[in-house]
C-alpha cells in the first residue's frame, strides 16, 4: 500500500540551540544543524566541543584540548558544559596545556605527560618544584646544579662541627684551680689544644662566648667523657644584656669515651637574638667531666622545612632493591567482555611475572575472538607493555566494521604496565557489533628498521556508553619498594 497523497507536511521539530534557523530535511525531517553541532534534532556538540548555546552562532566552542597534554591525544571535552578535557596524569589546565607543580617537561610521547621534579632535598628552595619547561630547580644560596646538588664556586658545606663552635679550653673558668687536660688516652681525639676538667671537689663552671647573626632557634650540643660508674647532669645558662636568662638543668649519662648530649630547654631548643650570648655550664657531680668543645646548631640545620624525601621516580619493571618509587594503577574493566592474549598467540612469553603474546617485525599481528557479547557499541581497550624508546601504533579492526582505529602505544617498562583504547582522529572509535561474535584484530605498525616490539596482555570490548576517560588513566595508588607499600598521606 502506498500512502495517499496530502497537500500538508509535519513541521520540522527543529526548536533546539543546535539548529540552524529551524529548518530540516524535506524527506527525511532531519534537522540542520550548526557548524559545530550533530544529532538528529541537532542537540548536541560535536566531539572536540562543548557549550551548546543558540546564542553561538556555531552552537558550541571548541574544546582546545592541547594534543600533547590530553590523554592518549583525545580532543574530546570531559563534559559538554565545562569544556573541561581529559589529560594525562601529570598535567593540568582545563585545555591541558601545562604540566602540574612538580612536573616539567609537557611532551606528547610521554604516556604521563611531564617529567617529576629531581631536585635536591636540601639543596632546593621547595624539592617538589621545579622549571615548568627546563625541570631546573629554585636553588638555595650559594647552591647551584640543575638539582641545586653541586656548590657554588668559592663556597663550601660547613660539617657539623663549623656550625657554631666553641673549645670548651678557650672560655672563662670560674676558678683559676679548674685544669685543663691533653691526654688523647682519657679523651681520643680531642679538638684545639686540650679540654677542660670540672672536677668533684666544688661546684665549677665554665662560660663561653657565642656571636649570634640571625635570630632563630639553636640547639646546643656538648662533647664530653664522664667518668665514674653513675650518671650526672649539669646546669646551662644562656645570657645576653637586655635579654631574659634562659636556663636549664641536663642529665649526662656516664661515658668513658668521647660523646656528644644535646642541652634542650623545655621546649627542646634556645631561642636567640642577634648579639652577644654566653653559656655558662655549672657542674657538681662526684666525677671527673671533662668538656672539649660546645656547638649551637641553628633550627635550619637540624629541622629542615621537609622532611619528606621527593621520590620522582615511577615504578618500573626490574626496580632496584628497596628502592622507593610511585606505584600507578588502573580501574578494574573485568566486568566487560575481555581476553588474555596468550590465548590468541602462537608464541606467549614470559614478561613481568606471566605469559603475555609478543607481537613484532616477525609477528606483528594477534586476533582475539569474542562470543557470546550483548549487541552494543564497542571502545576497543588494550593493556600492554612496551620496552621500545619511541611511541609505536597498534591498528585495531574488529569484524564487521568498515572503520579501523589506531592505538597509540607509548614506551612502557612500568610495573602496572599501560591500557590505551582505539582511537579515530582524535576520538574514541565505537566499533557496532551487531551479532554476538567479534573478532579484534591487533597489527604493530611496522618501522624501516624493523625494531617495533610489543606486549600485549589483554583486550576488553567496553560498550561506549560505560567507557570514560578514568578507564585508561594511571591513577597514583601508594610509595612503593620490592618489600613495602606506603599509602599517600
Known amino acids: 500500500a502506498t500512502r495517499p497523497p496530502t497537500d500538508s507536511c509535519d513541521p520540522c521539530p527543529c526548536t ?39 546564542s553561538n552562532p556555531d552552537g558550541c566552542d571548541p574544546c582546545g584540548c592541547n594534543v600533547d597534554g590530553s590523554l592518549v591525544g583525545l580532543r574530546e571535552c570531559g563534559t559538554h558544559t565545562t569544556g573541561a578535557c581529559a589529560c594525562k596524569p601529570l598535567v593540568t589546565s582545563p585545555t591541558c596545556g601545562r604540566c602540574v607543580g612538580g612536573a616539567f617537561g609537557l611532551d606528547g610521547e610521554k604516556l604521563f605527560g611531564c617529567d617529576l621534579c629531581v631536585c635536591d632535598v636540601g639543596g632546593s628552595v621547595d624539592p617538589f618544584d621545579c622549571h615548568p619547561n627546563r625541570g631546573k630547580c629554585q636553588c638555595r644560596e650559594n647552591l647551584e646544579g640543575k638539582k641545586c646538588d653541586r656548590i657554588a664556586t668559592g663556597f663550601y658545606l660547613p660539617s657539623f662541627h663549623t656550625t657554631l663552635f666553641a673549645e670548651a679550653e678557650e672560655g672563662t673558668l670560674f676558678s683559676s684551680r679548674t685544669p685543663f687536660g691533653f691526654d ?115 633550627e635550619a640545620y637540624y629541622f629542615p622545612t621537609r622532611l619528606v624525601a621527593n621520590v620522582p621516580d615511577i615504578c618500573r619493571l626490574n626496580q632496584p632493591q628497596d628502592t622507593l618509587c610511585r606505584r600507578y594503577s588502573y580501574p578494574s574493566a573485568s566486568e566487560h567482555p575481555n581476553q588474555a592474549a596468550i590465548y590468541a598467540s602462537s608464541r606467549p612469553v614470559p614478561f613481568n611475572g606471566r605469559l603475555v603474546a609478543q607481537l613484532n617485525a616477525d609477528n606483528p599481528q594477534l586476533s582475539l575472538l569474542f562470543t557470546g557479547i550483548p549487541a552494543d557499541t564497542y571502545a576497543v581497550v588494550v593493556s600492554y607493555s612496551s620496552p621500545h624508546d619511541d611511541v609505536q601504533t597498534f591498528r585495531a579492526e574488529v569484524s564487521g566494521v568498515d572503520t579501523p582505529g589506531e592505538i597509540a602505544v607509548y614506551p612502557c617498562t612500568f610495573s602496572f604496565g599501560c591500557r590505551h583504547v582505539a582511537m579515530d582522529r582524535g576520538e574514541v572509535l565505537g566499533y557496532e557489533v551487531s551479532t554476538g561474535t567479534a573478532t579484534v584484530t591487533l597489527t604493530l605498525a611496522s618501522r624501516a628498521d624493523d625494531t617495533q616490539i610489543a606486549y600485549v596482555d589483554s583486550v576488553y570490548l567496553i560498550p561506549i556508553s560505560d567507557f570514560y576517560p578514568a578507564i585508561v588513566t594511571p591513577t597514583f595508588e601508594c610509595y612503593s619498594s620490592n618489600s613495602t607499600d606506603r599509602k599517600s598521606g
Open 184 to 298: 688523647s688516652a682519657l679523651f681520643p681525639g680531642f679538638s684545639g689544644f686540650g679540654y677542660v676538667i670540672l672536677k668533684n671537689a666544688s661546684q665549677e663552671s665554665i662560660t663561653m662566648s657565642f656571636t649570634i647573626t640571625k635570630p632563630m632557634k639553636y640547639r646546643a650540643v656538648i662533647y664530653y667523657v664522664l667518668e665514674g660508674s653513675q650518671d650526672g647532669s649539669i646546669r646551662a645558662y644562656f645570657n645576653s644584656p637586655g635579654e631574659e636568662e634562659q636556663a636549664v638543668a641536663i642529665p649526662l649519662a656516664r661515658s668513658d669515651s668521647p660523646r656528644y648530649s644535646t642541652l634542650l630547654d623545655g621546649n627542646g631548643d634556645f631561642s636567640l637574638t642577634p648579639g652577644e650570648w654566653s653559656l655558662t655550664i655549672e657542674y657538681g657531680g662526684n666525677s671527673r667531666l671533662l668538656i672539649d668543645r660546645l656547638l649551637l646548631q641553628p
Open 16 to 54: 533546539g540551540p543546535g539548529s540552524l534557523d529551524g529548518s530540516c530535511d524535506i524527506a527525511t525531517g532531519r534537522c540542520v544543524c550548526k557548524r559545530n553541532v550533530e544529532g538528529f534534532l541537532c542537540d548536541r556538540c560535536k566531539p572536540g566541543y562543548f557549550g551548546l548555546a543558540a
